[in-house]
């Protein structure tokens, strides 16, 4: 594999040069927290940053987007037919995405990018990004990326891995996209290979070493959905929640949403805009009916459907990276390993026939 | 690349209203292109989300079978703001239709067997597509014996009445039809509930046949202890589930039962598949 080393004294340079070919994202701080924004001209990713509040899912996925437009004004000869709004699906880069939040568009992607459908806004956008991935030399208390199919140098969904060095940012080149962009950066020096690749193996086993949470998903496979499903602990994690979604809004993994048509005069949209199986109308029937009709019930939804109905539908492991969001946002302090703990350690109290 | 959200354009060609309520309409529509219809190739079971521009949309069952060419029949209740605004448009009006999706009635298993339907109330649509599509000259020799066995609250309440009383008179089909109650002297068919009457005409069950049942909840739950004591496997049981939907194509995430997509991976189950899913419907 090819390595690359910029100085980083050249780094603002070369995002520079970007600014010409791509449209750019990175993380700002914004008040009290980062998160990813368009950077202007002259701006970069800031260094200081741990992880941003939110993922950067919206940048391919945003949390409302238009799907289609039509009028609603009898005198047009195509009045109430629906035509597709397609984005502005120019080359973007996302610089400076943890690998943990890389890897989550791959688990996203199984729903996303099927055989059978394709989602064309979903698929569109994230074609036409390329993800600079920068490794993790110091992962926060709450993240288990390592147990989670991720971690802090993890490569899967990255086109470029940068690894902060000190005075230089070695590249790890993993695609043909990766590469391509990092010539129009202009960042082309080689890295000695050996020496480099020896430097990012220390940094990387150091981190590796400070991530001490960790999940266990060894058993989630061959656990009963039913027996799951009607295990008794769901109440008492449950208790405190208060199905505010937050939980779901900041994680890179959690993709649901709605379908609206909005109005104004006669002019019509219909767009998408992110739900949460914590809210109440997410499964409401017009009829009244509504099968989950406690916060138990949906708090059960999510964290099933994460540890449990995504490894047996996909058989790529759970759908979390373990980037720790959820565990740091929540305001009552709910915690995905202690449920995954309590999930992959279940043994209903009387087989069921 | 298709956008599977998009709606094909459909013309309002006629409504019918189907029961004393008012509140059960039947819409059919006519493609405005006619390459759509080419491409909207279903199977009776399969639904289609009704689009209209300005409100939104709604998964609504196809009652019309794959046999009857030109048009597409929708049965709709008045329940919220998507079904109450259709029920106010008119003859002519644009709207649009998305699909067909989901999985359908598993005709290839059910070739050569009885074929039981048992629906109550308006969750008839997709079992009348079902009854056309059998009846007709060229499948009919493919299913042995056809019951079906429908109620509604009153005679008033049954949708479809001229097919009703056209599928009473014929020789090949076992009509049992049913109310809950009624005053009307002329009534000549039965009273009771969907699984009283079941119970009553339903054949025994055997390897050879199968029962299709739709209907509301409550009308499901008592006539499956009444399929246990006709010993129906429940392999050869076959039901149609309802969620809250928006895509209708597996991607949006709002219709699990469990792992299963009831949007994509049915609305169609067998109580077998059911007894191993979470019961969270
Ligand atoms: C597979 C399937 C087949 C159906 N077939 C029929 C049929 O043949 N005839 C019929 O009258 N009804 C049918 N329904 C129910 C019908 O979809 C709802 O009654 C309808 O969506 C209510 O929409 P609304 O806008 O009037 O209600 P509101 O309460 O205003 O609902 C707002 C939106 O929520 C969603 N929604 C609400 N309730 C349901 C529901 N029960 N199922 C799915 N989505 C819902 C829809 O997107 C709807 O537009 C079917 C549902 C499913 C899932
Ligand atoms: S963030 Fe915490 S309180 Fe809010 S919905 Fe999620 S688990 Fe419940
Ligand atoms: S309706 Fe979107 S997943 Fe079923």
Redesign the interface.
Known sequence: MKCVKIDKKLFAGGIERLQTSYRLFGPVKDNNFHDFQALHVGETPDPTMLNTRLSPKSIVYPQSELMFEYSLDDSKKDSHILKEIVADNSPRVVIGIRPCDAKAFLLVQHNFDTLEYKDPYWVRAYEATTFVGLACNTPCSTCFCTTAGSGPFHEAGSDVLLVDTGDYYVAKIITPKGENLFKLAGWEEEAGSDNAAGEIENLKQAAEARITTRVNTDKLREKRTTDLFDASFWEEFAFSCINCGTCTYVCPTCWCFDIQDEVSKTAGVRMRNWDSCMYPLFTYHGSGHNPRDNKTKRLRQRFMHKLKYYVDKYEKGIQCVGCGRCIRFCPVNIDIRKLCEAMNNFEPAQKSI | ???????Y?VRIDDIITETEDKNLKTFKLVFLNPADEENFSFQAGQFAEL?I?????IPIGIASSPTEKGFLAFTVNK??LV?THLHNMKVG????VRGPFGNWYPWDLMENKNVVIIGGGFAFTTLRSSIVYMLDPANRSKFKDIHVIYGARTPGMLLYGDELSAWEKRDDINMHITVDATDDPDWKYNIGFVPTITDQKAPAGDENTYAIVCGP?IMIKFTQPVLDKLQYDHDHIIMSL???M??G????????I??EYVC?DGPVFTLGQLN???K??
């Open positions: 690349m298709q956008n599977p959200y998009l709606p354009p689009s521009a300005g409100k939104g949309e329940v919220g079904t009006d644009i709207m649009g909840p309802e969620m809250r928006k895509c194509i597996g991607i949006c995430g709002r219709c699990n469990g792992k994509k191993n899913m979470p969270e419907y």
